[in-house]
């Protein structure tokens, strides 16, 4: 029963049953910190182990996919280095979660509903062919759905999409299991699908996946509705019934001429029905097509690739753990604060969340400069930052308050004195959320240095 527990309640209550012990205790102990103190003064603390494995950047989604079929249902967290790299530990590995979040959108995979967007990449993946620095991504305003598959779909093909699916399922859960968190923007419909509530979706829920096939449908919808008053209206004899239906149109264009056969719109190689692209709408049969097109872009053309997903979860913790929350919730058990929409940074929060300390308190002006600074941030540039300093582009639920351990910001320090810090970069420790900051001379050389640092340091951990 959901609505009977705020949700902090609730994801707390989630993280304290449906996990082992020591997971239950660490987790308490970050919501309480005063419960690992007893009376003799001796700190309770957790045992969990810990599996370090070391991946390959170029290849990062092949290996993902292995480590997942190794490990995902191990109790052991899972911990990431990268060849050639001597960074390790929860940096590392929350940039783990992040990349693979990202290449699993690769419009290559075949694998998401959406647009294609190109990015730019410094370093082709070895699974790139091609010569084009960029790589296409599925972007969705809606959030990620599956493509829907054909039931005369290649078995070979079939078979690569189920394993893809399964290795999601499994990466999500054991991302949950590891408090870690992922970088995907699933739609909500994704959602009640992993909720096991797929049987109450219908036509409004288009709207989640596709608005202008939603829009589309309602409005032909609109006109069966119309139809059915019609055919309902006593009032009317039988040939001003028939010729008011005949009046029905689209924009001014009657149904017949709009071109639309029994194929999934977008999708001319699915049919709705046996031979449907040799069958046209008309105003008799468009009830069943609206009927159709909702019932496989929301079930029947997925099924095959949720129920793969499900079924990995399952093989990590049951997923049947997940439903003391609403389908709109779990974007935060998953990706830690709500991607939908963008929050500003509040200068008072950062000033209670983080920690400035070796050479900086609250009141240094270089602490007020860069909370002020990152007060004014859009988006993308929150996302770079995060994931500059903490090696993930999102905070956890809760913002910066919820940030374990908190963000620390130091002076930077140098061997002489007649160094000039406006010629040095600030540097982090992903693993602490440690960032050290030159005392820049001017607000503005701060921005930059800041902006670059993020830009030109994110994916590789060395010593500083």
């Given amino acids: 029963c959901p609505f009977l527990f705020p949700f902090e309640t609730r994801q707390l209550l989630f993280y304290v049953t449906s996990f082992d012990r020591d997971r239950a205790l660490s987790r308490l102990l970050e919501a309480a910190p005063e419960l690992g103190v007893t009376d003799t003064q001796e700190r309770v603390n957790p045992d969990l182990d810990r599996k370090k494995r070391v991946i390959a950047r170029e290849t990062i989604l092949k290996q993902a996919e292995q480590l997942m079929s190794e490990l995902a249902a191990s109790r052991s967290l899972l911990e990431i280095q990268y060849e050639g790299e001597v960074g390790t530990g929860l940096g590392p590995t929350l940039e783990f979660y992040s990349?693979?979040?990202?290449?699993?959108?690769?419009?290559?995979?075949?694998?998401?509903?959406?647009?294609?967007?190109?990015?730019?990449?410094?370093?082709?993946?070895?699974?790139?062919?091609?010569?084009?620095?960029?790589?296409?991504?599925?972007?969705?305003?809606?959030?990620?759905?599956?493509?829907?598959?054909?039931?005369?779909?290649?078995?070979?093909?079939?078979?690569?999409?189920?394993?893809?699916?399964?290795?999601?399922?499994?990466?999500?859960?054991?991302?949950v299991?590891?408090?870690?968190?992922?970088?995907?923007?699933?739609?909500?419909?994704?959602?009640?699908?992993?909720?096991?509530?797929?049987?109450?979706?219908?036509?409004?829920?288009?709207?989640?996946?596709?608005?202008?096939?939603?829009?589309?449908?309602?409005?032909?919808?609109?006109?069966?509705?119309?139809?059915?008053?019609?055919?309902?209206?006593?009032?009317?004899?039988?040939?001003?019934?028939?010729?008011?239906?005949?009046?029905?149109?689209?924009?001014?264009?009657?149904?017949?001429?709009?071109?639309?056969?029994?194929?999934?719109?977008?999708?001319?190689?699915?049919?709705?029905?046996?031979?449907?692209r040799d069958i046209g709408v008309t105003l008799d049969?468009?009830?069943?097509?609206?009927?159709?097109?909702?019932?496989?872009?929301?079930?029947?053309?997925?099924?095959?690739?949720?129920?793969?997903?499900?079924?990995?979860?399952n093989s990590v913790f049951p997923i049947s753990s997940l439903q003391m929350f609403y389908p709109d919730e779990l974007d935060q058990i998953f990706c830690g604060s709500v991607a939908r929409g963008f929050v500003p940074w509040e200068f008072k929060i950062l000033m209670d969340s983080c920690k400035p300390d070796h050479g900086y308190n609250l009141e240094s002006t270089a602490i007020i400069n860069l909370f002020q600074l990152l007060s004014e941030y859009d988006q993308e540039e929150q996302r770079a930052f995060l994931q500059f300093v903490t090696g993930c582009p999102r905070l956890p639920v809760g913002s910066f308050k919820a940030l374990s351990p908190p963000l620390t910001i130091v002076k930077k320090t140098f061997d002489t004195p007649e160094v000039n810090p406006d010629d040095y970069l600030p540097s982090v420790m992903t693993c602490a959320n440690y960032l050290k900051l030159p005392d820049y001379s001017s607000r503005e050389i701060m921005k930059d240095k800041l902006r670059l640092a993020a830009a030109e340091g994110q994916y590789c951990f060395h010593l500083s």
């Fill in 99 to 175: 990349l693979v979040s990202k290449e699993v959108q690769r419009a290559d995979l075949q694998l998401w509903k959406g647009a294609t967007v190109k990015i730019g990449i410094e370093e082709p993946m070895e699974e790139d062919k091609s010569d084009d620095p960029c790589v296409e991504y599925v972007h969705s305003d809606s959030g990620l759905y599956p493509l829907p598959l054909a039931r005369n779909v290649k078995s070979s093909h079939k078979t690569k999409i189920k394993n893809k699916f399964q290795f999601l399922g499994k990466f999500m859960a054991k991302a």
């Fill in 285 to 313: 049969n468009l009830a069943q097509y609206i009927s159709l097109v909702s019932q496989w872009m929301l079930i029947e053309g997925v099924s095959t690739q949720m129920e793969s997903l499900r079924e990995g979860f």
């Fill in 177 to 276: 299991l590891d408090n870690r968190m992922i970088d995907l923007p699933f739609s909500l419909p994704f959602y009640q699908w992993l909720l096991q509530e797929e049987h109450i979706l219908d036509v409004e829920d288009l709207a989640g996946i596709d608005p202008d096939i939603a829009n589309t449908v309602n409005h032909l919808q609109g006109i069966v509705r119309k139809k059915q008053k019609m055919e309902n209206n006593d009032k009317l004899s039988a040939s001003e019934r028939r010729e008011e239906i005949q009046s029905l149109t689209m924009d001014g264009c009657p149904i017949e001429d709009l071109g639309l056969d029994f194929t999934l719109p977008g999708y001319p190689n699915i049919e709705l029905r046996k031979g449907g």
